[in-house]
């Protein structure tokens, strides 16, 4: 890896950082409240061609990988975006177009991603259920051939923008785990047109990030096209894995990002803020819990890096993106909750904004993968034998 200042690299660090100044935290605030999909940011995100960072030049993309994705998520988050830095890019940008581009078929390129290089169509990514959660393996959504087409049936749980998306890649059985020689096999992946009559969307209420839906999704006999089919039928499992690390690098970089954003709105808090006729940041008590998480966060983006490297490199990253995942969350969570602590009580505040990023990065414990998941996969990666 070379860590020299990269210009091009240079160059989207400013262009996030300006598109966060004009969709700053109040823009953001106002959002969350109304509960209204930002399309002005959205679009801004195609105007600057963030939209086809992943997506090859031939499709109207910029070509470029998972380093200038993270670079890209992380500053937008930083600088003001909190959680929705990472959150309108990593299912369309990031998860459809990784997947159409490494697996689809010509016309499926052709079709899917120049509309979203040009922020022209928007992807739902369903994969989770009720009760398969982090276990993908054991989902219960299944696929039937009839002809030159396949029945769906099924449901899907916690799936974002599925209530606006033009499009969702479906995770769905094709053969049932039982009769399937290895778990592994059986998946197949389907791009499905969201305005199929078949599919009944009902968004759930929900904590944080209000500013786009997350649903409950079900499926009544939606007929789709083998021409929908992505990759090859029965072995859907392995173009998903190919999906879900550019996923935990995204989040890997919302974590950071959002617990950058509140540090340094704690420490600009924390120099004009005057108690006992002294600024609070001078008492170590307030600096030295920010400074040690902000530490951690940068060590962590670190590791984020490499992981991004490996991934652009065609090389193995599953370890890495989850060492990424697990130190980047458990930094940023601990710089919002000590930004908070320097607010006092203004820090449970709406106006400062502190409450809702503790809110959002919140969320990164539990997606895209939780916490134990995570780990569980570096204890056995490091020697210890498997658990799950």
């Given at each position: 890896?070379?860590?020299?200042?990269?210009?091009t690299h240079?160059l989207?660090?400013s262009t996030?950082?300006?598109?966060a100044?004009q969709?700053g935290?109040?823009y953001?605030r106002e959002?969350e409240?109304q509960?209204?999909?930002a399309?002005?940011?959205w679009?801004?995100l195609?105007?600057?061609d963030f939209?086809?960072l992943?997506?090859p030049?031939e499709?109207?993309?910029a070509?470029m990988?998972?380093?200038?994705?993270?670079?890209?998520?992380?500053?937008l988050?930083a600088?003001?975006?909190?959680?929705?830095g990472?959150?309108?890019?990593v299912?369309?940008a990031g998860m459809?177009?990784?997947?159409?581009n490494k697996?689809?078929?010509e016309?499926q390129?052709e079709t899917?991603?120049?509309?979203i290089?040009?922020?022209?169509r928007?992807?739902?990514?369903g994969i989770?259920?009720?009760?398969?959660g982090?276990?993908?393996?054991n989902?219960?959504?299944h696929?039937?051939k009839?002809?030159d087409?396949?029945?769906?049936?099924?449901?899907?749980?916690?799936?974002?923008?599925?209530d606006?998306?033009d499009?969702?890649?479906?995770?769905?059985?094709?053969t049932?785990?039982e009769?399937?020689?290895?778990?592994?096999?059986?998946?197949s992946?389907?791009?499905?047109?969201m305005?199929d009559?078949g599919?009944?969307?009902?968004?759930?209420?929900?904590?944080a990030?209000?500013?786009?839906?997350?649903c409950e999704?079900f499926f009544?006999?939606?007929r789709?096209?083998?021409?929908?089919?992505?990759g090859?039928?029965?072995?859907?499992w392995?173009?998903?894995v190919?999906t879900?690390?550019p996923e935990r690098?995204?989040f890997?970089?919302?974590?950071?990002?959002?617990?950058?954003?509140?540090?340094?709105?704690?420490?600009?808090?924390?120099?004009?803020?005057?108690?006992?006729?002294?600024?609070?940041?001078?008492?170590?008590?307030v600096?030295?819990?920010?400074?040690?998480?902000?530490?951690?966060?940068?060590?962590a983006?670190?590791m984020?890096?490499?992981?991004?490297?490996?991934?652009?490199?065609?090389?193995?990253c599953?370890?890495?993106?989850?060492?990424?995942?697990?130190?980047?969350v458990?930094a940023g969570?601990?710089?919002?909750?000590?930004?908070?602590q320097?607010?006092?009580g203004?820090?449970?505040a709406?106006?400062?904004?502190?409450?809702?990023w503790?809110r959002?990065?919140?969320?990164?414990?539990?997606a895209?993968?939780?916490?134990?998941?995570?780990?569980?996969?570096?204890?056995?990666?490091?020697?210890?034998?498997r658990?799950?």
């Amino acid at each position: 890896m070379n860590f020299s200042d990269d210009p091009t690299h240079s160059l989207i660090r400013s262009t996030a950082a300006k598109i966060a100044d004009q969709y700053g935290p109040a823009y953001w605030r106002e959002k969350e409240e109304q509960g209204e999909f930002a399309e002005g940011f959205w679009d801004e995100l195609a105007a600057a061609d963030f939209h086809g960072l992943l997506i090859p030049e031939e499709y109207e993309g910029a070509g470029m990988g998972m380093q200038e994705m993270g670079i890209a998520m992380e500053t937008l988050c930083a600088e003001g975006c909190g959680m929705a830095g990472t959150w309108y890019l990593v299912l369309t940008a990031g998860m459809a177009a990784v997947g159409i581009n490494k697996h689809g078929t010509e016309k499926q390129k052709e079709t899917y991603l120049p509309d979203i290089a040009r922020g022209k169509r928007n992807f739902s990514i369903g994969i989770t259920e009720a009760k398969a959660g982090t276990n993908t393996l054991n989902v219960g959504t299944h696929a039937e051939k009839d002809g030159d087409e396949y029945v769906i049936n099924g449901e899907k749980a916690w799936i974002t923008y599925s209530d606006r998306a033009d499009n969702m890649i479906l995770v769905s059985r094709t053969t049932p785990r039982e009769k399937a020689e290895k778990a592994t096999e059986g998946i197949s992946l389907f791009i499905l047109d969201m305005d199929d009559p078949g599919i009944d969307v009902s968004p759930i209420p929900k904590h944080a990030i209000n500013y786009s839906k997350s649903c409950e999704v079900f499926f009544d006999d939606v007929r789709v096209p083998e021409e929908n089919l992505l990759g090859e039928e029965d072995a859907g499992w392995w173009a998903l894995v190919d999906t879900l690390n550019p996923e935990r690098i995204g989040f890997s970089a919302a974590a950071t990002g959002i617990g950058k954003l509140a540090a340094h709105t704690a420490i600009d808090y924390a120099n004009e803020r005057e108690v006992f006729d002294a600024p609070i940041g001078t008492h170590q008590a307030v600096s030295f819990p920010i400074t040690k998480a902000y530490a951690q966060m940068e060590t962590a983006a670190l590791m984020r890096q490499k992981a991004a490297w490996l991934y652009d490199q065609g090389e193995d990253c599953g370890y890495e993106t989850n060492v990424a995942k697990a130190v980047a969350v458990e930094a940023g969570i601990e710089a919002v909750k000590q930004s908070m602590q320097a607010f006092g009580g203004w820090g449970y505040a709406k106006e400062y904004d502190l409450e809702r990023w503790w809110r959002e990065v919140n969320l990164t414990r539990l997606a895209p993968v939780t916490q134990q998941m995570a780990y569980n996969h570096i204890a056995h990666e490091i020697g210890f034998p498997r658990s799950y």
